[in-house]
């Protein structure tokens, strides 16, 4: 069965820094989605990205933020300078048709921002 | 979309007992997912239930939904060790712009005993 994936699975990097997270959705699908979860809390929306653009984004995706879909595969998340307070597990999403088709997550990777 | 609302907050059993959670909604949906989280790791999609349907059935897993209550719950048949994880639930409204979004509330921390 297809599966979402993501890389790395872990990082760790100084407060500062540059991240970009990579994930590759299942092939088929047209919509892309990130989320976050900060250790203990709930799983958060970050944007959602459908033809190349962002559909919806919520507060926490500020302009330290951006997504790209670079080629036909990848989808990735650049955190410009990272803050202590966005270690957290961030998710990739897909799906084939906006809210009417089951999101398929990846299996997350966990930032530590130190 | 809107925030499910999953009760109990937590729930443990013994093996091979059924379990069920439930989850109540606010506002009209086209569908709700149910998801499992074990725990640090990505969402699993269970179940997704369209607003027509009133029960499906997927493997030791059934779920119910009932629109007039706005609540749907999930039922685990004969539960194993493996089961112990997160249990979420994401009603997914359709708006006319846009993806949407699935918001994830505080889950159903289920424990199977052995």
């Known amino acids: 069965e297809p599966e979402v994936t993501q890389t790395p699975s872990h990082q760790v990097t100084q407060m500062g820094q540059e991240v970009i997270l990579r994930c590759v959705p299942i092939s088929n699908h047209l919509y892309f989605y990130w989320y976050r979860q900060i250790l203990g809390q709930k799983v958060e929306f970050l944007v959602s990205f459908y033809n190349n653009e962002i559909s919806e984004k919520s507060e926490i995706f500020d302009d330290q933020f951006s997504v790209e879909r670079p080629d036909g595969s990848n989808f990735t998340l650049k955190i410009r300078s990272t803050k202590l307070e966005d270690s957290a597990m961030y998710f990739c999403?897909?799906?084939?048709?906006?809210?009417?088709?089951?999101?398929?997550f990846g299996p997350g990777t966990r930032l530590l921002v130190l | 979309s809107q925030q499910g609302e999953e009760d109990p907050q937590a729930l443990s059993i013994q093996e091979g007992e059924n379990a069920t959670m439930n989850c109540s909604y606010k506002t009209s949906i086209n569908n709700l997912q149910w998801y499992r989280q074990n725990s640090g790791r990505g969402l699993v999609h269970l179940i997704l239930?369209?607003?027509?349907?009133r029960e499906k059935h997927s493997g030791r897993l059934r779920v119910t939904l009932d629109t007039s209550k706005k609540s749907s719950s999930l039922l685990i048949t004969a539960s194993r060790a493996a089961d112990t994880a997160s249990y979420f639930c994401?009603?997914?409204?359709?708006?006319?712009?846009?993806?949407?979004?699935?918001?994830f509330g505080t889950g159903t921390r289920l424990t199977i005993i052995p």
């Open positions: 239930i369209r607003s027509n349907e």
């Open positions: 994401a009603p997914v409204d359709i708006s006319n712009f846009g993806n949407e979004k699935l918001t």
């Open positions: 999403a897909s799906n084939r048709d906006r809210g009417r088709e089951t999101q398929y």
